[in-house]
């Protein structure tokens, strides 16, 4: 059950409106990693969940808390657009590159279709997507994937905070890239939990049986560029972090492959083209109807 107060965490108030920059700060509302992204991402973490007890209640209370950060956001971006030119362009400002450049940087459809409101896209325009979050029922899958998210979104709203020098939205963007700082660690410790308590450990997923995997090549760096310092790296040689293992090193012209198999030859009712004659393809496919085949 979802149950609605009307209270924000933070004050949402910024000193003057600004259509241009409502657009760029529509990218950590509903861009890949925005809000809405993660606020998803880890309702349906927790939806999924197969086990009762805190990392359930973690993702229930952290994707509680991220719906309260799309609404923050939404509201930013109206307020940036309340009272913000309606972007009439006369001839004067049609001929005045500076003007048009900055009715260019505004996104119309605020206007237009949300009337001076905030919508579910990126800085672009291009709809949120449910193919951005990542639900895979495996929490040390998720959790690694959750504090990448975390990172993302702290670097663009990190990003955004120089991109203005209004005092409101640095206040409202400071109090959430804090969130960030804490939703990073937060996810790093739940990962690392999962891994000391053995109900996940890496490789993910750990049930699967590491001896049904090919052992010659499980813990092997194989260099596939001719750069060469990549050989230096903690991930060539020593342990594995898997615990389970050494690393060690190899350049792949030194590899034993196997040929390349030959050009598959589909049905020929796909009309892909083959070294076969198109008459042949023609009889090939009138047969194999005539014979009802599938």
Same mark, same amino acid.
């Given at each position: 059950?979802?149950?609605?107060?009307?209270?924000?965490?933070?004050?949402?108030?910024?000193?003057?409106?600004?259509?241009?920059?409502?657009?760029?700060?529509?990218?950590?509302?509903?861009?890949?990693?925005?809000?809405?992204?993660?606020?998803?991402?880890?309702?349906?973490?927790?939806?999924?969940?197969?086990?009762?007890?805190?990392?359930?209640?973690?993702l229930y209370g952290i994707g509680?808390?991220?719906?309260?950060?799309?609404?923050?956001?939404?509201?930013?971006?109206?307020?940036?657009?309340?009272?913000?030119?309606?972007?009439?362009?006369?001839?004067?400002?049609?001929?005045?590159?500076?003007?048009?450049?900055?009715?260019?940087?505004?996104?119309?459809?605020? @206007?237009?279709?949300?009337?001076?409101?905030?919508?579910?896209?990126? %800085?672009?325009?291009?709809? /949120?997507?449910? %193919?951005?979050?990542?639900?895979?029922?495996?929490?040390?899958?998720?959790?690694?994937?959750?504090?990448?998210?975390?990172?993302?979104?702290?670097?663009?709203?990190?990003?955004?905070?120089?991109?203005?020098?209004?005092?409101?939205?640095?206040?409202?963007?400071?109090?959430?890239?804090?969130?960030?700082?804490?939703?990073?660690?937060? /996810?790093?410790? @739940? @990962?690392?939990?999962?891994?000391?308590?053995?109900?996940?450990?890496?490789?993910?997923?750990?049930?699967?049986?590491?001896?049904?995997?090919?052992?010659?090549?499980?813990?092997?760096?194989i260099n596939f560029s001719d750069?060469?310092?990549?050989?230096?790296?903690?991930?060539?040689?020593?342990?594995?972090?898997?615990?389970?293992?050494?690393? %060690?090193?190899?350049?792949?012209?030194?590899?034993?492959?196997?040929?390349?198999?030959?050009?598959?030859?589909?049905? %020929?009712?796909?009309?892909?083209?083959?070294?076969?004659?198109?008459?042949?393809?023609?009889?090939?496919?009138?047969?194999?109807?005539?014979?009802?085949?599938?």
């Amino acid at each position: 059950m979802f149950f609605h107060r009307q209270e924000t965490q933070h004050e949402i108030k910024p000193d003057r409106p600004d259509a241009v920059y409502a657009r760029k700060l529509q990218e950590v509302l509903g861009g890949q990693y925005g809000e809405i992204s993660v606020a998803m991402q880890y309702g349906f973490q927790a939806w999924n969940a197969h086990i009762p007890g805190k990392y359930r209640d973690l993702l229930y209370g952290i994707g509680a808390e991220e719906f309260g950060h799309v609404e923050m956001l939404a509201i930013m971006i109206a307020r940036l657009l309340e009272n913000s030119p309606l972007g009439i362009t006369d001839d004067d400002v049609q001929s005045d590159p500076v003007v048009a450049a900055v009715v260019g940087g505004t996104d119309v459809q605020h @206007a237009i279709v949300a009337g001076a409101g905030a919508r579910p896209v990126d %800085s672009m325009g291009n709809p /949120w997507q449910g %193919s951005y979050i990542t639900a895979s029922g495996n929490m040390l899958a998720d959790f690694t994937a959750n504090a990448n998210a975390e990172m993302q979104g702290r670097l663009q709203a990190a990003r955004l905070y120089h991109m203005t020098d209004d005092h409101g939205v640095r206040d409202l963007l400071g109090f959430l890239i804090a969130r960030d700082t804490m939703h990073q660690n937060q /996810w790093i410790a @739940a @990962a690392a939990e999962l891994q000391q308590e053995k109900l996940e450990e890496i490789p993910v997923p750990s049930n699967f049986p590491q001896r049904k995997e090919d052992q010659d090549v499980n813990h092997v760096y194989i260099n596939f560029s001719d750069g060469k310092n990549a050989a230096d790296g903690s991930w060539a040689s020593g342990p594995t972090p898997d615990g389970k293992g050494q690393f %060690s090193y190899q350049e792949a012209e030194q590899g034993t492959y196997v040929p390349m198999p030959p050009p598959t030859h589909p049905d %020929s009712r796909f009309y892909g083209t083959t070294e076969l004659p198109n008459t042949m393809e023609k009889i090939a496919g009138t047969v194999q109807d005539k014979l009802k085949k599938e």
